[in-house]
């Protein structure tokens, strides 16, 4: 029940900044086209709302199931195959990232001396959203490995 509520919560977050996207695209046409005036602000905001709308979205949103792959091999595999598919890129992916972290964190801290051109959002701000996305894709590799060493057969995308 509560995992629930937070994946509406996420969804929320997702169309919220889906949604600030689109209004700043209509702003920036009402400025250019309707007024005459240009403005930068409308394409920062767009900008930032995409970054986070990806990085929010593949962290909280996205199911594996609905990933984009080439499954092609994995689809003609045998559970163990699959199974150990699975074990092997999510260790990679594990290991990848956690030894990424402690850069990234270094390098998010650094941003913020950079502000937004015409925003002026600290840049460490605009980047946060990384760190919380590399923890979430940890906890969710994590997940995934933990379960295809001793849960259920894994699912043939190929084969449903």
């Given at each position: 029940?509560?995992?629930?509520?937070?994946?509406?919560?996420?969804?929320?977050?997702?169309?919220?900044?889906?949604?600030?996207?689109?209004?700043?695209?209509?702003?920036?046409?009402?400025?250019?086209?309707?007024?005459?005036?240009?403005?930068?602000?409308?394409?920062?905001?767009?900008?930032?709302?995409?970054?986070?709308?990806?990085?929010?979205?593949?962290?909280?949103?996205?199911?594996?199931?609905?990933?984009i792959?080439?499954?092609?091999?994995?689809?003609?595999?045998?559970?163990?195959?699959?199974?150990?598919?699975?074990?092997?890129?999510?260790?990679?992916?594990?290991?990848?990232?956690?030894?990424?972290?402690?850069?990234?964190?270094?390098?998010v801290?650094?941003?913020?001396?950079?502000?937004?051109?015409?925003?002026k959002i600290?840049?460490?701000?605009?980047?946060?959203?990384?760190?919380?996305?590399?923890?979430?894709?940890?906890?969710r590799?994590?997940?995934?490995?933990?379960?295809?060493?001793?849960?259920?057969?894994?699912?043939?995308?190929?084969?449903?």
């Open positions: 029940m509560i995992g629930r509520k937070l994946s509406k919560l996420a969804e929320g977050v997702a169309a919220g900044l889906l949604a600030a996207m689109f209004l700043a695209f209509l702003a920036q046409i009402v400025f250019r086209y309707g007024l005459g005036l240009p403005v930068g602000w409308t394409h920062e905001l767009s900008v930032v709302a995409w970054l986070w709308l990806v990085l929010w979205g593949a962290a909280f949103v996205l199911r594996e199931s609905e990933e792959r080439f499954d092609l091999v994995y689809s003609a595999a045998g559970v163990r195959a699959r199974r150990a598919m699975i074990i092997v890129a999510g260790i990679a992916i594990i290991v990848l990232y956690a030894m990424s972290f402690p850069a990234v964190v270094e390098y801290s650094f941003m913020r001396v950079e502000k937004t051109a015409y925003m600290p840049f460490d701000w605009l980047y946060s959203i990384y760190p919380v996305f590399v923890i979430a894709i940890l906890a590799y994590g997940w995934l490995v933990a379960r295809a060493l001793r849960g259920p057969a894994p699912e043939n995308p190929g084969k449903e």
